[in-house]
């Protein structure tokens, strides 16, 4: 079970908010819920802390789930959003998913709320922690290249699950090594062909033949070349 549990609930009905955070208790040791009815109040609520999922009637007078989702959308913040309503039409909540909306769970249904929220929040952890990995590889990706231009030394890859394959497969270059080689980075496929044409024509059948052989016995190797 989580600490905190952190609702934002787009809501007119005291009396209907109250309800809805009673029947979430369980999901955490601590849920605190805030209910805003207007723009103004959400879009401020948004900038105060960070919540884990919006709870949000659609029928309400002069703001609803449209216009909260709208909102959302703007702010860039990647935040569950879940419909909590009446009687909403099926064109109605299918317009709503396209606008965002996580799901849509009837106000007299309340035993989906629970499964819903839990779902929901799950999936969050899950986008979260992949936005987390990817932003770390994107830094190490930018560390590796600038430490390739201060060491002056470049990379490339090969894929090497099929050796017979390996004259031909493509060959991917770091920026360093393109301009080691003296090349400007090109979208056009670099390959292993490619790379022996670049050397000194009397180092070429030795370099292609220990890295074939290399990678055909499965072991380092070292070559020097002009």
């Not at 007078?61 to 959003?81: H, M, N, V, Y």
């Not at 909403?88 to 317009?95: N, P």
């Not at 022996?196 to 070429?204: A, C, I, N």
């Not at 059948?205 to 190797?221: D, L, M, N, S």
Request: charged content about 35%.
């Amino acid at each position: 079970m989580r600490e905190m549990l952190h609702i934002l609930h787009v809501e007119d009905s005291a009396d209907d908010a109250a309800l809805l955070s009673h029947q979430l208790q369980g999901l955490a040791k601590e849920v605190v819920c805030e209910r805003v009815d207007t723009a103004e109040a959400f879009r401020a609520a948004l900038e105060k802390k960070p919540w884990d999922i919006i709870l949000s009637d659609f029928g309400m007078p002069s703001f609803g789930s449209t216009q909260a989702l709208e909102i959302l959308k703007k702010s860039g913040r990647d935040i569950p959003f879940l419909v909590v309503s009446g009687q909403v039409g099926e064109e109605t909540a299918v317009a709503l998913m396209k606008a965002g909306a996580s799901d849509y769970v009837r106000k007299d249904n309340p035993a989906r709320l629970v499964p819903a929220v839990e779902r929901e929040l799950r999936e969050a952890g899950v986008r979260r922690a992949r936005n987390l990995s990817e932003d770390a590889l994107r830094r190490s990706e930018a560390h590796l290249k600038k430490a390739q231009e201060v060491a002056r030394l470049g990379s490339w890859e090969l894929d090497l699950r099929d050796p017979d394959n390996l004259g031909r497969g493509p060959l991917l270059w770091s920026e360093e090594t393109y301009r080691i080689w003296g090349y400007e980075p090109v979208t056009a496929e670099i390959s292993r062909e490619f790379f022996l044409g670049t050397l000194h024509p009397d180092d070429r059948e030795a370099v292609g033949r220990v890295t074939r052989e290399a990678v055909q016995e499965k072991k380092p190797y070292r070559v020097e070349y002009r």
